[in-house]
Nanobody, 129 residues
Framework: QVQLVESGGGLVQAGDSLRLSCVASGRTLSWYAVGWFRQAPGKEREFVAV????????FYADSVKGRFTIGRDNAKNAVYLQMNSLNPEDTAVYYCAVDESGALYSGSYYYSEKIYDYWGQGTQVTVSS
């Protein structure tokens, strides 16, 4: 079993930065691919970024590429999402999720929420204009 807890969300102004954290218990997070998704009110949950288990290769949604960075903090058994140059379109609840399969896929495989096995409770990010 995997338990995931997101933190670091809050209310910020456009142009500001936030660093979200996803801390896991029950598993060693570095063994798995970990994705970040977000869901704005009235919209579908969408892929944001993922870090793969082997070599920590990363993939990003076009909407956040160049602004967001996903990485690992293995000492804390955590994955973070560094978010820079935030704008109101980034306002959403952000979730981390674990793909427990151990497969090493590329690209679009990670974009679907269907492949993830465990989800955190989410953390709210609100960006004012």
């Amino acid at each position: 079993q995997v338990q995931l807890v997101e933190s670091g969300g809050g209310l910020v102004q456009a142009g500001d930065s936030l660093r979200l954290s996803c801390v896991a218990s029950g598993r060693t997070l570095s063994w798995y691919a970990v994705g970040w998704f977000r869901q704005a009110p009235g919209k579908e949950r969408e892929f944001v970024a993922v870090i793969r288990s082997s070599g920590s290769r990363t993939f990003y949604a076009d909407s956040v590429k160049g602004r967001f960075t996903i990485g690992r903090d293995n000492a804390k058994n955590a994955v973070y999402l560094q978010m820079n140059s935030l704008n109101p379109e980034d306002t959403a609840v952000y979730y981390c999720a674990v793909d427990e399969s151990g497969a090493l896929y590329s690209g679009s495989y990670y974009y679907s929420e269907k492949i993830y096995d465990y989800w955190g409770q989410g953390t709210q990010v609100t960006v004012s204009s």
